[in-house]
T-cell receptor
């Protein structure tokens, strides 16, 4: 059974700082997704990573995928308050379902 | 373009009652999914429709849950009778392509179900 683990589960950081959220998964896959959720809102698709070594960047967020290590990272550069949200990684390894990590709740303080 | 729409956004019902959740996917998306997040746990897959057919319902917890997708458009998820452990947020998502081909799923805002 595929298991997806994110850490940290909660992250409080100062504006302007850098930090990384980690997403580990237990079985082979080369399809990994990052989502952002604001309270009471839908899960917004951030990145789709479809191969080993894939790197995607948008604004202050950069996601990468290492399928050999079964690891994806979401790096935050010079955080701003608007990035405060819950971030989920999700893996597809078979069929048409996503297996989600537990989510990382990010709070960026001024 | 309208996104995935779910309603109600919140529902509070008593144990033993019936609740029906509705999802309107993005127009043209054949794939429709239901997920849920119970308190403090991960978002879990419930089932997947391709058009009006159930492709995978391996995540449905028990026979108190019934999902339908009439005509391959909107979908409903009925819980009958509801139990306390059914409380959580129910998400619907839709996609044009399969994940195996790099498809991306778009999620609704969820329905928060509270069973008291």
């Amino acid at each position: 059974e595929l298991k997806v683990e994110q850490n940290p589960l909660f992250l409080s950081m100062q504006e302007g700082k850098n930090y990384t959220i980690y997403c580990n998964y237990s079985t082979t896959s080369d399809r990994l997704y990052w989502y952002r959720q604001d309270p009471g809102k839908s899960l917004e698709s951030l990145f789709v990573l479809l191969s080993n070594g894939a790197v995607k960047q948008e604004g202050r967020l950069m996601a990468s995928l290492d399928t050999k290590a079964r690891l994806s990272t979401l790096h935050i550069t010079a955080a701003v308050h608007d990035l405060s949200a819950t971030y989920f990684c999700a893996v597809n390894n078979a069929g048409n379902m996503l297996t989600f990590g537990g989510g990382t709740r990010l709070m960026v303080k001024p | 373009e309208a996104g995935v729409t779910q309603f109600p956004s919140h529902s509070v019902i008593e144990k033993g009652q019936t609740v029906t959740l509705r999802c309107d996917p993005i127009s043209g998306h054949d794939n429709l999914y239901w997920y849920r997040r119970v308190m403090g746990k991960e978002i879990k897959f419930l089932l997947h429709f391709v058009k009006e057919s159930k492709q995978d319902e391996s995540g449905m917890p028990n026979n108190r849950f019934l999902a339908e997708r009439t005509g391959g458009t909107y979908s409903t998820l009925k819980v009958q009778p509801a139990e306390l452990e059914d409380s959580g947020v129910y998400f619907c998502a839709s996609s044009q392509d399969w994940f195996g081909t790099g498809g991306r799923a778009f999620f609704g805002q969820g329905t928060r179900l509270t069973v008291v």
